[in-house]
């Protein structure tokens, strides 16, 4: 629970449904949610895709105001949330004097940026195929929802994953359509299913093998 004066003075109670920005628009302030959920998401072609969903002790925003640049995605509540709402100048007061909150940035950034890196590695990849099990695998690390069976939800379709990638769609859906029929993924409605990442790891071995080898 955040402190009941800091609240006081910059917090915001939303209830389920609330839309807090929308992709593109400007930015001025980020938020510190303190407790409820947060959903993330894009819309592509027409159809939302959840990128993440984030819970108390999270922070989320922060980029507008840092880069000034417009939302890269939309955010919305999905449980009704309790949250700072913190502008460009109040933020550079408590990086300045809280270290903690510098810290968690840092890192937060950092992440970020090895996020950055790893889409990097996937691009220099000549095979599609592995451009694409990286991608997804990516996927299923940064923006995947767990599931009771063990199972990772990705909340991406072919076109946005064709786009992450650098592949046209159809060489993508190619891809996808092996990985199908050998149960490595499977459908679902927000995306794609994976049953077993560890499989999708064995399957990439088994193709960088094969590319080393020659075919059998």
Avoid: W
């Amino acid at each position: 629970m955040a402190d009941d004066k800091l609240f006081a003075k910059v917090g915001r109670t939303c209830p389920a449904g609330t839309i807090l920005f929308r992709d593109g628009e400007a930015g001025s302030e980020m938020y510190v949610l303190t407790s409820g959920r947060i959903r993330i998401f894009k819309e592509v072609r027409g159809e939302e895709k959840t990128l993440a969903t984030l819970g108390a002790g999270e922070f989320f925003g922060e980029m507008a105001i840092l880069n000034d640049k417009p939302r890269t995605a939309s955010a919305q509540v999905v449980e009704e949330a309790e949250m700072l709402v913190i502008d460009g100048k109040t933020f550079g007061a408590m990086v300045v004097s809280n270290t903690e909150i510098a810290v968690r940035l840092i890192r937060k950034l950092a992440s970020r940026l090895d996020n950055a890196n790893e889409l990097i590695d996937i691009l220099m990849h000549k095979d599609p195929k592995a451009r694409v099990i990286l991608g997804l695998s990516r996927e299923a690390e940064y923006s995947g929802e767990p599931m009771e069976d063990g199972g990772v939800r990705v909340p991406l379709n072919n076109a946005g994953l064709a786009r992450q990638v650098g592949l046209p769609v159809k060489e993508v859906e190619n891809v996808l359509a092996r990985l199908f029929r050998l149960g490595i993924l499977e459908d679902d409605e927000q995306g794609f299913r994976i049953p077993d990442t560890l499989r999708l790891h064995e399957f990439l071995e088994f193709l960088q093998m094969q590319e080393k080898f020659g075919d059998a």
